[in-house]
């Protein structure tokens, strides 16, 4: 389809292994988003692309969190030695505009993982 | 801290009759606010949005109200249908990039 797709749709992980979370944004979006959403809470931002430029990473919660969008496309959230409080759905979104809060966001899914 | 705080998890609504969902928060650099509308194992997708140089916007059936003074916003659905039963999302932004959502409403429309 054209919209956000994101793969796993679901991930149970065992606590201590590594995940790799993908993002396919539509055609074109220059920014995309990652955002993650606990049980009974309201998506919080992870971090921003700008094309191929990771311009804000603030909101990643720790150093096991790592994102990438080598080619300005397709990215990946990998998140190292899981624990279970990583335990979340994983949201990504893109924008066709350089920023993106201040007009519409186009969110996939998302990813479930469970650490057990 | 949670800067933006929706305060009713749930809201049940007569089919017809009108919704009004509630939003706070304590970021007075915020000057856009936004709603999104989430299904079951869907994404969240915009439904309407509002500036700051604004106290209301309307699209069809929703309209949502900024009370800046109050730091305050709600959402008006008008008449509810069957269809607006879902989780719906207030966000907000100061820098035109991050949104901060608060925890949702969910909303179930009553035959």
């Known amino acids: 389809g054209a919209g956000v797709s994101q793969s796993p749709r679901y991930k149970v992980a065992k606590r201590g292994q590594d995940v790799a979370l993908r993002c396919d944004p539509i055609?074109?979006?220059?920014?995309l988003f990652w955002y993650q959403q606990a049980l009974g809470q309201g998506p919080e931002f992870l971090t921003y692309?700008?094309?191929?430029?990771?311009?804000?990473k603030s909101g990643l919660p720790s150093d096991r969190f790592f994102a990438e969008r080598p080619e300005g496309s397709v990215s990946t959230l990998k998140i190292q030695r899981t624990q279970q409080e990583d335990s979340a759905v994983y949201l990504c979104?893109?924008?066709?505009?350089?920023?993106?809060?201040?007009?519409?966001?186009?969110f996939g899914e998302g990813s479930r993982l469970t650490v057990l | 801290d949670q800067q933006v705080k929706q305060n009713s998890p749930s809201l049940s609504v007569q089919e017809g009759r009108i919704s009004i969902l509630n939003c706070d928060y304590t970021?007075?650099?915020?000057?856009?606010f936004l709603w999104y509308k989430k299904y079951p194992a869907e994404g969240p997708t915009f439904l309407i949005s509002?500036?700051?140089?604004?106290d209301k916007n309307e699209d069809g059936r929703f309209t949502v109200f900024l009370n800046k003074s109050a730091k305050h916003l709600s959402l008006h659905i008008v008449p509810s249908q069957p269809g607006d039963s879902a989780v719906y999302f207030c966000?907000?932004?100061?820098?035109?990039?991050?949104?901060?959502f608060g925890a949702g409403t969910t909303v179930t429309v009553r035959a």
């Open positions: 055609s074109g979006h220059v920014s």
């Open positions: 509002i500036s700051s140089i604004k």
């Open positions: 966000a907000a932004s100061d820098d035109d990039y991050k949104l901060s």
């Open positions: 979104a893109s924008s066709p505009r350089l920023a993106g809060a201040t007009g519409e966001l186009f």
């Open positions: 692309f700008q094309n191929e430029a990771q311009l804000d």
């Open positions: 970021n007075s650099m915020f000057d856009y």
